[in-house]
């Protein structure tokens, strides 16, 4: 089908191609707000600015396809395959992305406001930029979650958005607006999270093995029973943040703010907390094996029941903190 004969049946009214061969083809700016393409192939075609609002590419072939500066507000591209796509700047506000492909896409300041994105696969896919405010990525079921391995969402604004039980290993989040996101059970092992803003996210059993947190800003933010077994928080802000049956083992937290942390139960083995701040921090059954406090501030904290025996405590302020055995040092 030639790019002219749709125009022209899309003008005299219709809409439904759903099945046909697009492939390769020019539409670029074409307006073809609510046209039906389900199952269609355009695979390698040029829709760049194009209007293409309410549209339905459901289980569309969409490979290598160009929707760069499109507007796919509340579009349908449920299990598209759109491997390879260029979706850079383009519009997909309340779009549905549920089990889509989008593996290696290159998304590069999309909008995706409060799309859904549940089941999406976005393994190795260009994200820098991207706004996913309230988008969903929500696991549905055990076997079902959205995978986002080694993709890159660099400075992404992602407030809000809920991707419990994400596929996250290795992602790059560096800089990136991750304030009150859902992370609960996500994998999160070595990802990049250098500067992100993790104000008030929830990280409950969330695998953060050998991530990089380093200048995060974490406060109150919920890691209940989170692993972050050699991942490095270095000057992270983890002010009032929630640590309860957490492990921070071989962690490395030099310079870190844990003021008003509660930290009951964390096992802290061979951790670093040069220089730390744990002003008022809840310490209450900690497992301190050989952990490093040179210099940490402990004014005010409660080590109440805390293992600190084999640790290294040179030169740590204990004004007002409450001690293992239940003494307040003076």
């Known amino acids: 089908m030639e790019v002219a004969e749709i125009i022209s049946k899309y003008k005299s009214g219709k809409i ?20 039906i393409l389900r199952e269609a192939d355009l695979h390698n075609s040029n829709l760049v600015f194009a209007y293409l609002n309410r549209a339905d590419f459901s289980d569309a072939n969409l490979t290598e396809i160009n929707f760069s500066g499109a507007n796919l507000n509340q579009a349908d591209l449920s299990r598209a ?25 290159n998304l590069l300041d999309a909008n995706l406001i409060m799309a859904d994105l549940r089941s999406v696969d976005l393994s190795g896919a260009n994200l820098i930029g991207a706004c996913l405010r309230g988008a969903n990525l929500r ?22 958005t809920d991707m419990n039980g994400a596929d996250l290993v290795k992602a790059n989040f560096s800089g990136a607006n991750l304030k009150e996101v859902n992370l609960q059970d996500a994998d999160l092992r070595e990802a990049d ?66 003021s008003f942390a509660r930290m009951s ?35 005010g904290a ?4 805390a293992e600190i025996s084999s640790s290294n405590m040179f030169q740590v ?7 293992p055995d239940g003494k307040v040092h003076s």
């Open 193 to 258: 999270l250098t500067d992100v803003n993790l104000e008030g996210a929830i990280l409950t059993e969330a695998n953060l093995i050998g991530a990089k947190l380093t200048g995060a800003n974490l406060t109150g933010a919920k890691f209940s029973r989170a692993d972050l077994t050699e991942a490095n928080l270095d000057r992270a802000n983890l002010e009032g943040a929630a640590f309860p049956d957490a492990k921070l083992i071989r962690t490395s937290l030099v310079e870190a703010n844990l």
């Open 139 to 160: 696991r549905e079921k055990r076997k079902e979650f959205v995978i986002m391995r080694g993709a890159c969402l660099c400075k992404a604004d992602l407030q809000s």
């Open 16 to 35: 439904d191609f759903s099945g046909a061969n697009l492939s390769g083809l020019n539409l670029e700016s074409a307006d073809l707000i609510g046209v």
């Open 81 to 105: 395959n759109l491997q390879g796509a260029n979706l850079h700047g383009t519009i997909l506000q309340r779009a549905t992305l549920k089990e889509a492909n989008l593996s290696l896409a």
């Open 265 to 299: 139960r964390v096992d802290l083995s061979r951790a670093d907390l040069t220089d730390a701040n744990l002003t008022e921090a809840m310490l209450i059954e900690v497992f301190c094996a050989r952990t490093n406090f040179t210099r940490a501030n402990f004014t």
């Open 317 to 323: 302020n204990w004004k007002g903190a409450t001690l």
């Open 302 to 305: 409660n080590l109440l029941r």
